[in-house]
């Protein structure tokens, strides 16, 4: 595909709040089982600073975790397959990176979806559940800490998440907690395997212990935060600095450090162009490990029905602002 070839002078930046907080998050009242939940994972992975926490094998982890955890999962799995529908796999694959992306503590898939096909219709408008217009923490981790009304389970679901749930794999994963079964599955995963993979090397108990904790908290609780803030910094960062190849409607941005931190998804702007198109990077130089790594399960058979940017956006009318609210927020496939 011909995409052009110079980068177009950066549209003008609305200043952090110019944009008020959605009507239905007034007055803010703090969801305490997340703020905890977002406090605590964070107390947790600063042990990873203490000398008895660490470990070369859990330092491994923590990085492999990215890729495997985090663009597996939420890049590939949560954003591209289920929200945008850029991608159709093998149920057994798709439910095993759905799994990987449930352990990333971003919420079910079906709320994840729901949460972002809203983001597209409403990008830096009021309803936006997380611009950064109202304020840069806002549009980063904030939104997450305070009760919105719009973002209530049931009625969400209903409007934006109706072909999720029909999945009964995921319809499992909204019942009594069944995913947060997943997520404490995978504390005791990491450590019980440090644990064990230490004794059959002939270290004491104590050591033992002291490797298992070293795997958990680097390459569960560090990792889980590192995701966190990556995923976070597009919300945030990617719609408040960078480049527009295309003059969307709204503020997103191409972000090279995001981008490049993120396997492809801080090219936003890119994104928001064509939401449903399974690669993000439209440049050459654009790395997008995500689009690469959907170009493998392609070579093995394991994706089809792969979209790819649109070729209206290199035609005349991509040179002028791209109406992008009316994006399909809830595709009936």
């Not at 997380?130 to 209530?152: Q, T, Y």
């Not at 993000?280 to 070579?299: A, F, K, P, Q």
Request: hydrophobic share 45%.
């Amino acid at each position: 595909m011909n995409i052009q070839t110079s980068i177009p002078a950066p549209a003008r930046l609305a200043p952090a709040g110019t944009l008020p907080l959605p009507s239905s998050v007034a007055p803010p009242r703090i969801v305490w089982p997340y703020a905890l939940g977002v406090a605590g994972y964070h107390l947790v992975a600063m042990l990873a600073f203490v000398p008895w926490f660490f470990s070369w094998t859990g330092v491994v982890l923590a990085i492999a975790g990215l890729y495997v955890f985090g663009m597996l999962g939420i890049n590939l799995c949560y954003h591209r397959l289920l929200t945008h529908r850029g991608l159709v796999c093998p149920k057994w694959l798709e439910h095993s990176f759905a799994v990987l992306g449930i352990c990333c503590v971003q919420d079910t898939p079906a709320r994840w979806v729901a949460v972002h096909r809203r983001h597209h219709q409403h990008a830096d408008e009021q309803p936006d559940p997380h611009s950064p217009l109202v304020s840069l923490f806002w549009g980063h981790m904030g939104w997450i800490l305070v009760e919105n009304d719009d973002l209530r389970r049931l009625g969400i679901y209903e409007r934006y998440a109706k072909d999720i749930l029909r999945d009964k794999f995921y319809a499992k994963m909204e019942r009594h907690g069944w995913w947060m079964w997943v997520i404490v599955i995978q504390w005791g995963v990491f450590f019980a395997g440090g644990c064990l993979a230490a004794g059959l090397s002939g270290d004491g108990a104590m050591a033992a212990v002291q490797f298992g904790a070293s795997v958990l908290v680097w390459g569960v609780f560090l990792r889980t935060v590192v995701v966190w803030h990556i995923t976070w910094s597009v919300n945030s960062i990617a719609h408040r600095w960078g480049y527009r190849n295309y003059e969307t409607d709204e503020g997103s941005r191409n972000n090279i450090v995001v981008g490049l931190i993120s396997s492809g998804e801080g090219w936003h702007n890119n994104h928001h162009a064509d939401p449903r198109s399974a690669r993000h990077g439209h440049r050459w130089w654009e790395l997008d490990v995500t689009w690469l790594t959907i170009r493998l399960l392609m070579m093995l058979g394991l994706a089809k029905n792969v979209a790819t940017p649109s070729p209206h956006l290199t035609s005349a009318a991509a040179c002028r602002q791209l109406s992008t609210h009316d994006y399909e927020v809830s595709p009936d496939r």
